[in-house]
């Protein structure tokens, strides 16, 4: 049977069913099962990475994978990653492929590394250019987390903010700047989760459980737009129950093939990091139909 990839409809999609995880499971040394369960799912998450910041679970990935050196792995886990087409662009879409949005939309920005809180709202830009109406934007951001990665500090944004500042810039400093810089007004929205955030958003407006709904994300993180949708629906189970309110998009990034690429973070994804993007997507592929 042909299951539908990224690009058609999410429901009832089975995670164990994307291109190349079952592969990609065994080749570091896990075995899925038949069935997805909340006890084989944490498993994914004990080998691929619990931290949010995907770079600090590279090396466990790298151990399983038995690499002896570098940070790229070879051609058969490569075209692997690639396969799972969970890197490629997305146009707007709702969990139905077919449905397209009509009327304007509330978008939700959401934080993260700086160059990928970039890469969405330049999707925000685009989509507007394309003809969509964002009538406002919300912005969510951790309140507490350092811009201090090292794919960070050198960012134009955040060397611009620590000299403004005086001190190291946080997420939402950057989030707040490049909003700024995109002419996008928003309301923001801080602290220490993306679901506490959520929560407060709900919370301040319940209204938006009737709003059509725009999250955009980039590659390696489809995860975040089905997980903005199960967080709202906590606050308000009442969004979407049609599935013609929630809509997101995903820019694509390359997959690093070299040495030389993996280490060009502005321009391409880091193979070792894409584990821990497709666990989180494989527990909200999980979680859509009981949420």
């Not at 069935?35 to 691929?48: E, G, H, L, T, Y």
């Not at 509330?106 to 925000?124: D, F, K, L, S």
């Not at 958003?201 to 089905?226: F, K, Q, S």
């Amino acid at each position: 049977m042909n299951l539908p990839t990224l690009h058609g409809s999410l429901i009832g999609l089975d995670p164990y069913e994307l291109t190349g995880v079952r592969k990609l499971a065994e080749l570091t040394g896990l075995e899925l099962g038949l069935r997805p369960s909340k006890v084989s799912i944490q498993r994914v998450f004990d080998a691929w990475g619990t931290e949010t910041a995907f770079e600090q679970n590279a090396p466990a990935v790298a151990q399983a994978l038995k690499l002896d050196s570098g940070t790229v792995p070879d051609d058969e886990v490569l075209d692997l990653l690639d396969q799972t087409t969970t890197l490629d662009k997305i146009d707007i879409r709702s969990l139905d492929s077919h449905i397209q949005p009509t009327g304007s939309l509330v978008a939700i920005a959401t934080g993260a590394t700086v160059r990928w809180m970039e890469y969405r709202i330049r999707q925000m830009q685009q989509h507007v250019n394309n003809g969509y109406s964002i009538d406002k934007v919300y912005a969510v951001a951790n309140h507490n987390r350092p811009c201090s990665l090292p794919t960070e500090v050198n960012h134009p944004v955040i060397v611009a903010l620590q000299e403004d500042l005086g001190q190291q810039p946080m997420e939402h400093h950057a989030m707040e700047r490049l909003l700024t810089e995109a002419q996008f007004p928003a309301e923001f929205i801080t602290g220490p989760s993306l679901e506490a955030n959520i929560g407060t958003l709900m919370d301040r407006h319940p209204e938006l459980a009737h709003a059509r709904t725009y999250v955009p994300v980039n590659g390696n993180a489809t995860y975040i737009a089905l997980a903005v949708r199960r967080f709202i629906r906590q606050s308000q189970p009442s969004f979407d129950g049609g599935l013609d309110q929630f809509f997101f998009s995903q820019r694509t990034i390359p997959l690093a093939r070299t040495p030389e690429q993996a280490v060009d973070t502005l321009h391409y994804q880091r193979p070792l990091t894409v584990f821990s993007g497709l666990a989180r997507l494989m527990n909200e592929l999980y979680l859509l139909p009981r949420s």
